[in-house]
């Protein structure tokens, strides 16, 4: 199984029982998805409904077509939300040309979390905790401003709103602020 950065991927066979899962997806069982009878549920009944449609619709005979664009949301316990969506993989991956599918579940980013935890707590916008969190892992903030598509006035400007809300002076400062709140 072929797993990619901040996705979680199973196999599904054509009966849509799950045959081989990252450890990622795996990750997920017992709190966001289940198996039951050998097949995938979603822990929350609310979003299961959509989940077997979506499922459904990567096994189905027009699958190619059909589940294109589909994207299921599924709640985690800390409630966060995840994204699944697939892909349909049709003939001679099993016996007699049976549709096989790829159940891609996209993970919230480590990243995402951290400017989420920013804003609440130190009450920054957006873009403030976006270009703090590139400080924070050790970009320069000439480099943060290019990866954000900002000038470097407008980081500096940015910079020094944050240093007031977070109560810093310098960016050594901010940036041990922001690993002690990890």
Do not use: W
């Amino acid at each position: 199984m072929v797993s990619s950065a901040g996705r979680a991927l199973c196999l599904l066979g054509a009966a849509g029982e799950l045959l081989a899962a990252t450890p990622e997806f795996e990750a997920l069982f017992n709190n966001t998805i289940f198996v039951f009878n050998g097949r995938m549920r979603a822990a929350r009944p609310e979003e299961n409904a959509a989940l077997q449609a979506l499922i459904s619709s990567l096994l189905a005979p027009s699958a190619q077509q059909s589940s294109r664009n589909k994207v299921v949301r599924l709640t985690r316990p800390d409630d966060t939300v995840v994204s699944a969506h697939g892909i349909c993989v049709s003939g001679g991956l099993l016996p007699e040309g049976a549709p096989v599918a790829i159940l891609m579940v996209d993970m919230p980013s480590p990243a995402a979390a951290t400017e989420t935890l920013l804003c609440e707590a130190y009450g920054l916008t957006v873009a403030e905790a976006r270009l703090a969190s590139r400080l924070a892992v050790g970009a320069p903030l000439k480099e943060a401003a290019a990866a954000e598509n900002i000038t470097y006035e407008t980081a500096r400007s940015r910079l020094k709103t944050i240093f007031r809300k977070t109560d810093t002076r310098r960016q050594a400062e901010l940036v041990l602020l922001l690993s002690r709140s990890r």
